[in-house]
């Protein structure tokens, strides 16, 4: 399968892929990056067109690997697309899986392209992504507390995969969390492999 890979907010690309390798070395000369400024709402427009647009110029990816704010865009990205034209999604999904790392909580796309910011809640909203997902977060998170578990319900429970562990807002690196982390990842793999989107 084909990953698409999103840092999260105040990393980069090399961050990442150091703490999905279970890497710790970071040269003080390395630039860190935001996709957006949860603050101005143009920002957040911006990193969803570029979201889209990278994704249709270097895809297709069978799945998303994305961790804190590259969740967030990536889990609104899915819910736009969902939205705008869910048939075509069942045939031809921007994604056949997620998986979200310390996640952050999607933002409604439709709220957003008038200009405002709403996030998106189970209560409200309901499962708005049908796709296998995996969620993988700490109990002592205390960078953003609970938004994993909001990202979590807003994906369909028959299709989805938990992993709580007791660290923090991180990408899980002690041997016993790292190997229910991959058993997690696994099973929303092979779910997504089978290409059947449950809706």
Not at 22 to 42: C, H, N, Q, T
Not at 153 to 168: A, I, Q, Y
Not at 188 to 199: E, M
Request: proline share 5%; with cysteine.
């Amino acid at each position: 399968m084909r990953f698409l890979c999103l840092h999260g907010m105040g990393t980069n690309n090399q961050v990442f892929e150091m703490q999905t390798e279970i890497k710790s070395f970071f040269a003080p000369s390395d630039r860190f990056f935001a996709y957006f400024d949860a603050s101005l709402v143009r920002t957040c427009q911006q990193a969803l067109q570029d979201l889209d647009n990278y994704i249709k110029t270097e895809g297709p990816f069978d799945a998303v690997l994305a961790f804190s704010q590259g969740a967030a865009l990536a889990s609104t990205l899915l819910v736009q697309k969902w939205r705008q034209n869910p048939q075509e999604q069942q045939v031809s999904p921007i994604f056949k899986c997620a998986v979200f790392i310390s996640g952050g909580v999607p933002v409604d796309p439709d709220v957003l392209l008038h200009g405002e910011l709403r996030t998106l809640s189970a209560d409200v909203d309901g499962e708005v992504i049908p796709i296998p997902t995996a969620h993988i977060w700490g109990t002592n998170d205390t960078l953003f507390p609970g938004s994993s578990a909001t990202l979590s319900k807003l994906c369909n429970g028959t299709v989805r995969s938990e992993f709580v562990h007791e660290g923090g807002h991180e990408v899980p690196g002690e041997t016993r969390d790292l190997a229910s982390t991959v058993h997690a990842i696994k099973r929303v793999v092979h779910k997504g492999a089978k290409a059947v989107v449950v809706h």
